[in-house]
């Protein structure tokens, strides 16, 4: 098993910033993709980005490309999404996923484990 617990989010004026951290313990050696959705009231589960641990490659939401931007320190097990220039349709809660594979990594339910969430909320 693969525990993630979010933490970072918060309450910030549109414009901010704020970086989310994502912690994984457990049997992190199984982790093949790394990725952040985000849900908002009334809507289903979005992708945010991803990172493939394989190659380091970054994936990102047409909505967020330019502005979020995903990183991960293998020494502490953390995957980070610092999100700049941000702006009230990025209000959602947002939460981290492991994947054991590297397919389908723009869908929710490809991913394996999942954290509990973390709000982020911008005002205007």
């Known amino acids: 098993q693969v525990q993630l617990v979010e933490s970072g989010g918060g309450l910030v004026q549109a414009g901010g910033s704020l970086r989310l951290s994502c912690v994984a313990s457990?049997?992190?050696?199984?982790?093949?993709?790394m990725g952040w959705f985000r849900q908002a009231p009334g809507k289903e589960r979005e992708f945010v980005t991803a990172?493939?641990?394989?190659?380091?490659?970054?994936y990102y939401a047409d909505s967020v490309k330019g502005r979020f931007t995903i990183s991960r320190d293998s020494a502490k097990n953390t995957v980070y999404l610092q999100m700049n220039s941000l702006k009230p349709e990025d209000t959602a809660i947002y939460y981290c996923?492991?994947?054991?594979?590297?397919?389908?990594?723009?869908?929710?339910?490809?991913?394996?484990?999942w954290g509990q969430g973390t709000q982020v909320t911008v005002y205007s």
């Open positions: 457990g049997r992190t050696f199984v982790i093949s993709t």
């Open positions: 990172l493939t641990y394989n190659d380091d490659r970054s």
């Open positions: 996923a492991a994947d054991r594979t590297v397919a389908g990594l723009t869908t929710a339910r490809n991913y394996d484990y």
